[in-house]
């Protein structure tokens, strides 16, 4: 029988902490045969397993063009990801999916274009990032546009920086908001490089980017359309 | 009762290709159960007819309007087994369960209520299959009765079905004024049912009961109803408070609705063992949409109250084509405080 | 008598005293009684008061019903043995005595259920709790509608609830808990009987704590014992056995049974019935140092 509800085993192959109670799993699915065959789109979620507590729903943080693995990135909020943040490098807990919605993203060579994420949503945004990353010479201009309540909460903590270093890559300093003593300022971007990524910046100087609303009405009064901001 | 609503009588239409003697009901229960099949039908339990698994003709009932629930549970239970797993120090043991899925015969149904398979099988096949369900439904005849009565939360008619509606049934019958009924075969799973279990039915006439049929709900507008749903400016109407302000938020409705279809999984068991459920849930409960976050973007009653409209009158028709609601009134008959739908429609109607 | 009631909320809202007044009204057809919130002194006509007026009222006075509670004040039409709740309510806390309008209406019994009236109230067809009523003549009200009742309470309780407990007694722990068993296998775990209780009122139910699970949320025949068995500790001491949870349930589990027969072991144990005394506390939520302690050896 096919049991459409049955997960696909997989070992922890290195974690990471990214901030405080947030945690990155690189996963390994025990069958060699799926590791070669298993296929997903860059935004599609899944759900993931801890056994004796249940599944929960979070995106798939890498990309598809990274072969043979995948990353999650969580919050430990509850009592699966409570579960999940007890498992050590080695443990086995369960994946099924991919589901749901993927970012078009071969609909957008040769475009520029501005990502923007606040906390813990950049994993679902850095699936897509690294997506056009590593295919980098057929995209125009890419602006990345981040922040977080606190420093602290910043994910990705190398890879930002890693970004930042890049030259065919305009980053947004780390933006956290001016409360997060000795990051004033931060959230000033290098003017000369992003165009309207810098218009956005300051359009939203100093706001909170974690409610996709906000932020959607600040690139719509900068003469975005609509059918051009994916979601 | 509002005698106007239940005037309404049914001429006497006969179609059916065979009859099934009172005495013969037995037969068919021992028949089915002898090819080791369930025969599934309304019987008593605490005092009230709710579809059952049965043994013979004395437990099945008569004179009942509706099952109080709806006979999804036979194909789609309330709680099942979808996965055991066994841990150790350092692997996991995964094993997918079997779906139980006998040979079932769903006696005495009502026209309404089956006409709710085809939105089930729609969502249960949608984008996956669900084999705990299309197995179970693939091994189930579905057999209705027109209804000979009615109450007053009966409203199939203001939903376009009727106590002759077909929609879902396999095979379909008519009460006989001696207790019997004639027998029409509707699918070819029906056909090769009554094939199957031939030697039970006589052929021959009889005289059919006049069928209830509930007059229609005055003003409601199906189509209207839908084009407003459409337009989401209703959302924060204050209607929905206004209408819904009552609703306590208990999921009795959506447990005994026959489109009703929601469900949760979790995992049960010791630090050593356990095994994977798939669960009823409702969108009525405050917790079904509630986010990690603590964010809740349907916080408050009325709100989940529209979810459940909308599902019904919105998302059903316009994602699967099918009916979100098959009029059944079991949602008014359990709900404790009385909150009725068709009210509900009349509002959207305008 | 709908008459005064209708009167008196067409007053209470006129002059601003209260902003809604919860009580009863027709369905469509006409035919039950439901709850009506009405805010509008123009809109009293819609307060109906009959033998259908079975709900307990009170449940709209907790938290759980924010949108109600933004209303403003409110007043309610009670039974009094709604108004048992409403007190149990005010000596948990959960409301203050001036923070709502009480119209109590003396009464002569209602329905068990709606689905059984057939246009006379009849003994046969009202509940265990309506034979043995006595607060016919409503307790803690602001506004009393109605004559006072000419109805004196039995000695001993009487009725099918007392005569089953009185059954189940006898029987041995094993045939009880087989009884029980059976019983709460049924259960679908919809939570009516909790929505439905004006004395439920917790924002997270222990069946939503899932860190660690308490109860299973499956409705299987071990998730069903759990969650009736904890619901029925929960509201011992505290249980006015108005009846709501029995009424609301979909597949008429008993749950009166359970509440009555927690209610005795109360009354035995501390000589304490809830929701006569607003400022008095149910013994399981109070340490009193003249507690019996006598089932410390």
Redesign the interface.
């Known amino acids: 029988m096919d049991n459409i509800y049955l997960p696909y085993l997989a070992k922890i192959e290195e974690i990471r902490d990214e901030a405080p109670d947030v945690r990155s799993f690189k996963l390994v699915f025990e069958d060699p045969a799926l590791r070669d065959s298993f296929e997903f789109k860059t935004g599609q979620f899944g759900l993931y397993s801890a056994f004796g507590l249940g599944e929960s729903t979070f995106c798939i943080a890498s990309s598809p063009t990274r072969k043979g693995y995948i990353q999650c990135t969580f919050r430990r909020t509850g009592r699966v990801t409570g579960g999940l943040a007890q498992l050590s490098v080695g443990d086995t807990m369960g994946f099924r999916g991919p589901y749901g919605n993927w970012f078009p993203v071969d609909d957008w060579k040769g475009k520029d274009i501005v990502f923007i994420a606040g906390g813990i949503c950049l994993p679902t945004v850095r699936s897509v990032i690294w997506n056009v990353l590593d295919r980098r010479q057929h995209f125009g201009n890419i602006t990345i546009v981040y922040g977080a309540r606190t420093v602290a909460d910043l994910v990705y903590k190398d890879e930002l920086k890693g970004w930042d270093e890049r030259s065919d890559i305009t980053p947004s300093r780390p933006w956290t908001p001016a409360r997060d003593p000795g990051m004033e300022g931060q959230g000033r971007v290098r003017a000369d490089r992003i165009g309207r990524g810098r218009a956005f910046c300051e359009e939203h100087g100093g706001r909170d980017l974690h409610i996709s609303k906000f932020v959607l009405n600040s690139l719509l009064k900068l003469g975005f359309d609509e059918g051009s901001v994916y979601t | 009762?509002?005698p106007a609503?239940l005037s309404g009588r049914m001429k006497t239409v006969s179609m059916a290709d065979r009859t099934l003697k009172k005495e013969d009901l037995g037969k068919l229960i021992d028949s089915v159960r002898a090819k080791g099949g369930r025969f599934v039908a309304p019987a008593l339990?605490?005092?009230?007819v709710?579809f059952r698994s049965v043994k013979s003709a004395e437990e099945v009932a008569t004179g009942y309007i509706l099952a109080?629930?709806s006979f999804k549970e036979f194909l789609f239970p309330?709680?099942e087994v979808?996965?055991e797993?066994s841990?150790n120090k350092?692997?996991?043991g995964?094993k997918?369960?079997?779906?139980d899925a006998p040979e079932t015969v769903v006696f005495g149904a009502r026209p309404c209520e089956a006409a709710s398979l085809k939105g089930l099988r729609t969502l249960f096949t949608w984008d996956?299959?669900?084999?705990?369900y299309t197995?179970r439904e693939d091994k189930t005849v579905v057999i209705t009765v027109g209804c000979t009565s009615g109450d007053?939360a009966c409203f199939c008619t203001t939903v376009d079905l009727s106590p002759e509606s077909t929609e879902g049934a396999d095979v379909y019958l008519r009460e006989t004024e001696d207790n019997g009924y004639t027998v029409k075969g509707l699918t070819e799973k029906g056909k090769k049912f009554l094939d199957t279990h031939d030697a039970v039915f006589t052929s021959g006439a009889a005289k059919e009961r006049p069928l209830f049929k509930p007059e229609t709900v005055p003003a409601v507008d199906l189509k209207r109803v839908s084009e407003r749903l459409k337009d989401r400016a209703h959302y924060d109407d204050p209607v929905w408070?206004k209408l819904t302000?009552?609703c306590?938020?208990?999921?009795?409705c959506?447990?005994?609705c026959p489109t009703c279809r929601c469900f949760?999984?979790?995992?049960?068991?010791?630090?050593f063992e356990?095994e994977?459920?798939?669960?009823?849930d409702?969108c009525q409960?405050d917790?079904f949409t509630l986010h990690?976050?603590g964010h809740n973007p349907r916080e408050?009653?009325?709100q989940r109250w529209r979810n459940r409209f909308m599902c019904k009158f919105n998302f059903y028709p316009e994602k699967f084509s099918s009916k979100g609601c098959v009029g059944c009134g079991r949602c008014i008959r359990?709900c404790?405080?009385?909150?009725?739908i068709?009210?509900v429609m009349?509002e959207f109607s305008k | 008598m709908e008459n005064i009631l209708r009167q008196k909320a067409k007053e209470l809202l006129s002059s601003g005293e209260v902003k809604v007044v919860i009580g009863y009204g027709w369905n469509r057809a006409k035919t039950r009684t439901t709850p009506v919130f009405i805010t509008d002194a123009a809109d009293t006509d819609q307060l109906v008061w009959n033998p259908l007026c079975v709900n307990n009222l009170s449940v709209y006075l907790t938290r759980k019903f924010k949108d109600i509670q933004a209303l403003g004040k409110p007043a309610i039409v009670a039974k009094g043995c709604d108004i048992r709740n409403i007190a149990v309510l005010i000596s948990e806390a959960q409301i203050k005595r001036e923070d709502v309008y009480i119209i109590g209406m003396a009464c002569q019994g209602v329905v068990y259920k709606q689905e059984l009236w057939q246009g006379e109230l009849k003994p046969n067809i009202m509940p265990t709790k309506c034979h043995n009523c006595d607060v016919r003549d409503p307790h803690l009200s602001d506004f009393v509608a109605g004559e006072k009742a000419d109805f004196t309470p039995p000695e001993e309780p009487v009725g099918m609830v007392f005569d089953k407990i009185r059954d189940l007694d006898s029987k041995s722990p094993s045939e009880r808990w087989a009884f029980w068993v059976k019983e709460f296998s049924r259960c679908i775990k919809c939570y009516a009987c909790r929505q439905v209780c004006s004395l439920c009122y917790c924002e997270r139910c222990i069946t939503e704590k899932n860190m660690p699970q308490w109860i299973e949320t499956s409705a299987h025949p071990r998730g069903n014992l759990s969650w009736n068995l904890i619901r029925a500790m929960h509201l011992t001491g505290r249980c006015t056995f108005c009846g709501e949870c029995e009424r609301a349930c979909p597949v008429n589990i008993p749950l009166n049974l359970v509440n009555q027969k927690m209610i005795m072991v109360v009354k035995d144990a501390f000589d304490f019935k809830s929701g006569y005394d607003e400022k008095a506390h149910p013994p399981m939520i109070v340490f009193s140092p003249d507690d019996k302690e006598n089932f410390i050896k």
């Open positions: 009762m509002n609503r339990l605490a005092r009230q709710v109080r629930n309330q709680t979808i996965a797993f841990m350092d692997s996991v995964l997918g369960v079997e779906v996956f299959v669900d084999e705990f197995k007053e408070a302000m009552k306590i938020g208990c999921g009795a959506t447990f005994v949760d999984i979790t995992d049960e068991g010791t630090a356990g994977r459920r798939k669960n009823w409702s409960y917790a990690a976050s408050h009653q009325p359990v404790p405080v009385r909150l009725d068709t009210e009349q």
